[in-house]
């Protein structure tokens, strides 16, 4: 009934920015929370991100600062704005909405590299 779909990862070097979005689709309004998460080759997945219904965002230690979750509801699409870009922020970032009943829609992923 949900669907999410990321774009906007690609190759930029350290110190540079990018921006992520996530389009849902479907049954938007059951959604509770969108989340972004990465996940780095032979790294379990962590949580970056997340902005609940109510607008309510949240950050991980490791990217506060620097990376900023909003979100447009005309156009069902959570953005993440990552700014000073380091190396050990390369990653498939996924993003994650959640329905009030704990249902998780994952996305596709997509790959950000960060060169150095």
């Known amino acids: 009934q949900v669907q999410v779909v990321e774009s906007g990862g690609g190759l930029v070097q350290a110190g540079g920015s990018l921006s992520l979005s996530c389009v849902g689709s479907?049954?938007?309004?059951?959604?509770?929370?969108i989340n972004w998460y990465r996940q780095a080759p032979g790294k379990p997945r962590e949580l970056v991100a997340g902005?609940?219904?109510?607008?309510?965002?949240t950050y991980a230690t490791f990217v506060k600062g620097r990376f900023t979750i909003d979100r447009d509801n005309a156009k069902n699409t959570v953005y993440l704005q990552m700014n000073s870009l380091k190396p050990e922020d390369t990653a498939v970032y996924y993003c994650?909405?959640?329905?009030?009943?704990?249902?998780?829609?994952w996305g596709q992923g997509t790959q950000v590299t960060v060169s150095s």
């Open positions: 479907g049954i938007t309004s059951s959604i509770n929370a």
């Open positions: 994650k909405a959640t329905s009030r009943y704990g249902i998780p829609y």
């Open positions: 902005i609940s219904s109510g607008g309510t965002t």
